[in-house]
């Protein structure tokens, strides 16, 4: 098969082709939506010929790859990455032109898929888009959500949450294979048999569904190369015969097709704090079983040896969602394939490896064992197993350390009886890494530093990145555009090149096209959030920005509070509004439904948002706007036109964070802790170009050790006592000092997060901000250096990290 030809005119053609042959319209009839359907079916019949090659190249080849697990993907938009990746952004324009339609139009239209959650979900994407652009073979699998993850709206400043139908007005780029469905099975019982005098297990179900695959073209970037996202998508089996639902009749009949079509209905919105709900268990073991599946019978050749599967495969289990996994393959080799438990163990042992995206203990997945057993009792019994075996070794090597064995062992007995995640995944894992240097450094030292000592050689780091098509070329073309002209083609590719952009920070010249480029960037913010959002924004304001899942550890408040005190400097005179420098504050945050203090604390932002904005005294130089549901689409605008990044996490906390990466690289200053990546930018920035503020890790631990009463910090800062005393007053909610007392006492009694302690640090260092700011040029020459130096945070280079330290999948040309 060939590729229609990349000319203007084929493109026509093709494109009226699929308006009226797929989608069944003429032009003259059609709606935006069919025009947008069949630009996008036009874009992938190019992709498709290379699409199909790859699969049959990586079939023949026979080279290990790798299978990226993750319950999440984050994409974004299609379209425009598509564009970009094939070269035909200029082309389809022109041909749309030819039509009478506007690209920029129907680029509006897309929903983006928004499977994911928040950094996890949207690193698993960046990955994707790499491993492409790299060449390594590799299938990305997931579960394709029927709703992502919810649409926040706001009704009085409060948040309110609607469903996500991404997939109502069509679905241009998944490909669905009934035919290739796996059928995947739950509950039942166990039972031994004699097989000619060797005794086995077998695993006897109650009930299944089957996963249907869609796939998804994931394009390298102007390489050629397409590889695939698979995402599962739950059906009844035609014979459900699951017993309690067996009554024979009609309607018993829908309601069992609805009980399996519910595995993939929705994305569960935690994320830091899981639920244990079996529905989440029952998604987690249905997209890795169909996914370890479709690896050995539709990947693998007839007839392959299993012996030698890790010389094909190394499954990458993208936190412990998908570490049901382990004993599935166990299942699998042993009960399916009758291979040994020892030489099954060994091949399972090299065919996974872990990435841990967490420090909050209370993010650390376990699954009760009465839910286990019930949904999945053979896993149950082969993880006991695997836990018997592995504290055996751990008695033989430390001795009968009973602490040690119960804080090692892989089935915990508080507060009820079960199975830990994240020490299964390290124990059966060939490698665990953290996402950044500190994070991987303290799950070493601490969280997980039993198993390091157990392990040596086990635990390595892979700090996270980002891809710079989306969040450089897509988002930001204008300095996609300036950096080309300055360093030549091929830093898309090559992020460090990106190097070569110190030496033009001397350039005057440079730095006011840079320097337009930001004013550019912000004015196209405005008209988007006018547009979308009726919101107003200066834009000769200081554009602060504070984006990313709103949590206590993150430390939103920290900023609300910093906001309360300019604030209430202007109106209690201390500072004259004149001597404020103007700046607008950003909030892009979604909380999880069921976690009050997160909601409580976007309804304050709101509440000093309405007070903050109309008082005529701060001469409209203080401004707080949380355009609602931030998602991939609006940070593609957003980040573009940053002045100041806040990453004010408290340390020890944020594994990594990937929004502080794609910030620095697009010219925006960080303000921040010494905290996951932060850390890394600032030692490759240079502590001139980065305000730092805050405790560090160990003067948190010290700051504990010693007794942490936040009372106290409130008692000795006058400007602190201020800003509290004015929010439990009632000023930002009407006079009801109700509305947010819980907030004012959780800090002044509680502040696990430790707000309070890093306050006065950091009004001082955003008081540097504003001076900074004060000398435009100064300012620009620092954003040049941060996107100079930041090209370490490319996605391709966490890529190649993981090949050369975890992987050894060399890519394939
Ligand atoms: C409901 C259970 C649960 C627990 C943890 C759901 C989701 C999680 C994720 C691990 C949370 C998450 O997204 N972690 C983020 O991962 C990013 C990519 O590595 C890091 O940059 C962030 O610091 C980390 O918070």
Known sequence: MTSPPASVDGFVKQFLQNL????????????????????AGTVRDYLMARWLDDQRRQGDLQAKGVCYLSAEYLLGRQLDNNLLASRLTDIASDALAQCGIDLDELRQLEVEPGLGNGGLGRLAACFIDSLATIGVPSIGYGIRYEYGIFRQTFEDGQQVEQ?????????PWEFPHPEAAQQISFGGHTETYDDDGVTRSRWIPGWNVQAVPYNYMVPGYHNGRVNTLRLWSAVATSAFDLRIFN???????????TFAENIS????????????????????YFFVAASIGDFLENVLADGYDLAKLPERVIFQLNDTHPVIAVPELMRVLVDDKHMEWDAAWAITQQCFAY???????????VWPVDLLGRLLPRHLEIIYRINDDFLEEVRERFGDDELRIRAMSIVGEHPFRSVRMAHLATVAGSKVNGVAELHSQLLRDKVLHDFDEFFPGKFTNVTNGVTPRRFIRLANPDLAGLITEALGAGWTVDLERLRGLEAFAADPEFRERFAAVKAGNKRRLAAVLRERDGLDVSEDHLLDVMVKRLHEYKRQMLQLLHIVTQYDRVVSGRVAASDITPRTFLFGAKAAPGYAMAKSIIHLINA?????????????????????????????????AADLSEQISLAGKEASGTGNMKFALNGALTIGTDDGANVEIRELVGDENFFLFGMSEPEVEAQWAKGYRPAEFYQADAELRSAMDLIASGAFSGGDRSVFEPIVSNLLYDDRFMVLADYGSYIRAQ?????????????????ILNVARTGFFSSDRSIRDYIDRIWHTPPVS
């Open 608 to 640: 000093v948002g309405e007070v903050v904005n109309d008082d005529p005294r701060v001469e409209g130089r203080l401004k707080v706007l949380f355009p609602p549901n931030y998602n991939v689409t609006l940070a593609e605008r957003v980040i573009p």
């Open 265 to 284: 209905k929705v994305l569960y919105p935690e994320d830091s704090t899981p639920q244990g709900k079996e529905l989440r268990l029952q998604q987690q």
């Open 163 to 171: 469903p996500d139908a991404w997939l109502a007005l069509g679905s």
């Open 355 to 365: 990435t841990c995206h967490t420090l909050l203990p209370e993010a650390l997945e």
């Open 20 to 39: 009226n042959f797929d989608i069944g319209v003429s032009l003259s009839e059609s709606s935006k939506n069919d025009q947008y359907l069949a630009l």
């Open 767 to 783: 008081a540097k901000v504003d001076a900074a700011y004060a000398d435009p040029d100064a300012w620009t020459r620092s954003a």
């Open 247 to 257: 009554s024979g009749d009609y309607e018993e009949a829908v309601r069992a097709q």
